[in-house]
């Protein structure tokens, strides 16, 4: 508690040259701010300003920006020519709609991709599939045919009445006149 106070009574002087301000050190950082012979960076634009003009620099910075209270968008107002909420927001839309568009491109090449990436991969399964059934399929339709075959070539099919060719008798006929 005693090097705390002996701290706290302790005068230093100011850092920036030129300046000779003597404090205690509870105040050094406020006064660090607004020492005229200080220099510091603006918060709008990072241009390294001296300290005593920072505040005033940062109020006519032209990278300032505000929030228009009418159409809420970022505004600046030290610029040239004045925010006009109309034309801002037709920038805006304009903006918005090149995005839009950007990106409906890329949806549909991303879905024109997926679809061929589909289409490919369906041909692919049923190329395995005809292959996989195929050797069977072949085998049972020769199994069939060799069975229809064999019946058909049988001489007594069951449930067909076999007609056997007759030959006709031979009739003469007289014709008179």
């Known amino acids: 508690r005693l090097l705390k106070n002996l701290l706290d009574e302790l005068k230093m002087r100011c850092p920036n040259p030129g300046c000779k301000m003597a404090m205690r ?3 050094f950082n406020s006064h660090a701010r607004v020492c005229s012979f200080g220099e510091g ?3 709008f634009c990072r241009s390294v300003v001296a300290g005593g003009q920072l505040r005033k620099h ?3 910075c032209q990278s300032r920006s505000v929030v228009c209270s009418t159409c809420s968008l970022k505004a600046y107002p030290n610029r040239a020519p004045p925010h006009d909420c109309v034309t801002a ?3 805006q839309l304009q903006r918005l709609h090149q995005h839009l568009q950007q990106q409906k491109v890329q949806y549909e090449t991303k879905i024109s991709t997926l679809k061929q990436m589909a289409r490919t991969k369906l041909q692919q399964q049923q190329q395995r599939f005809e292959a996989t059934l195929a050797t069977p399929i072949r085998q049972v339709l020769a199994s069939e045919t060799a069975t229809a075959t064999a019946l058909f070539a ?3 099919l069951p449930g067909v009445v076999q007609q056997r060719p007759t030959v006709a008798a ?7 006149t």
Do not use: Y
Not at 170 to 176: A, L, P, Q, V, Y
């Open 154 to 156: 049988s001489p007594n």
């Open 89 to 91: 927001l037709k920038s």
């Open 58 to 60: 940062e109020q006519m």
């Open 41 to 43: 960076p603006c918060r």
């Open 25 to 27: 050190l509870d105040q």
């Open 170 to 176: 031979s009739t003469t006929t007289t014709i008179t």
